[in-house]
T-cell receptor
Framework: ETGVTQTPRHLVMGMTNKKSLKCEQH?????MYWYKQSAKKPLELMFV???????ENNSVPSRFSPECPNSSHLFLHLHTLQPEDSALYLC?????????????????FGPGTRLTVL | LAKTTQPISMDSYEGQEVNITCSHN???????ITWYQQFPSQGPRFIIQ???TKVTNEVASLFIPADRKSSTLSLPRVSLSDTAVYYC????????????FGTGTRLTVIP
């Protein structure tokens, strides 16, 4: 248990569906992240939110739309996805990007959502 | 952003010590070296971080030579449960450029 939860754990959707992934962190962190991990590929950073502001959008297609209503919650809205979007979507949190201090900005990851697009 | 290079895979028998080396020739003065562990279908988990010389915790040791162009993660007496992918990341403490994972090293522990 890392203090970061994700729902749902598994999701199957058609290409015309609209769904949302939810992430919640109970660690008092200020930064949250979405990563995509396809089969046998490295983790790809998608979005970064720091103090509720989006600070990174790593050239992600517009069919993925993030939302961060507060520092504890992060959503990833999905619409008109493609089969190649099938992957494990991981959420992570950390104290805050850009805040140096005595401790490293360690990321805590959730268990992920296994997404299958038919 | 400092690029890292690791072996793609390694095998080890149970009970042996495993050393995984990461090359980071372009490491900057303010950069730290951090290792994560990832089990199948789970998110990565922080293992250890260091700047120079040697760091040890209850899970692993990290050896960093004086030139800091490489680092070695050492796992003592591995067990089957240590089978995972191990990632080496290099970046400064702000975390702003510590967010990119490479391909990692897939360690398989054999009975």
């Amino acid at each position: 248990e890392t203090g970061v939860t994700q729902t749902p754990r598994h999701l199957v959707m058609g290409m015309t569906n609209k769904k949302s992934l939810k992430c919640e962190q109970h660690l008092g962190h200020n930064a949250m992240y979405w990563y995509k991990q396809s089969a046998k590929k490295p983790l790809e950073l998608m979005f970064v939110y720091n103090f509720k502001e989006q600070t990174e959008n790593n050239s992600v297609p517009s069919r993925f739309s993030p939302e961060c209503p507060n520092s504890s919650h992060l959503f990833l809205h999905l619409h008109t996805l493609q089969p190649e979007d099938s992957a494990l979507y991981l959420c992570a949190s950390s104290q805050g990007v850009g805040t140096s201090g005595s401790s490293y900005n360690e990321q805590f990851f959730g268990p992920g959502t296994r997404l299958t697009v038919l | 952003l400092a690029k890292t290079t690791q072996p793609i895979s390694m095998d080890s028998y149970e009970g042996q010590e495993v050393n995984i080396t990461c090359s980071h020739n372009n490491i900057a003065t303010n950069d730290y070296i951090t290792w994560y562990q990832q089990f199948p279908s789970q998110g990565p988990r922080f293992i250890i971080q260091g700047y120079k010389t040697k760091v040890t915790n209850e899970v692993a040791s990290l050896f960093i030579p004086a030139d800091r162009k490489s680092s070695t993660l050492s796992l003592p007496r591995v067990s089957l449960s240590d089978t995972a992918v191990y990632y080496c990341l290099v970046g400064d403490r702000t975390g702003a450029n510590n967010l990119f994972f490479g391909t990692g090293t897939r360690l398989t522990v054999i009975p």
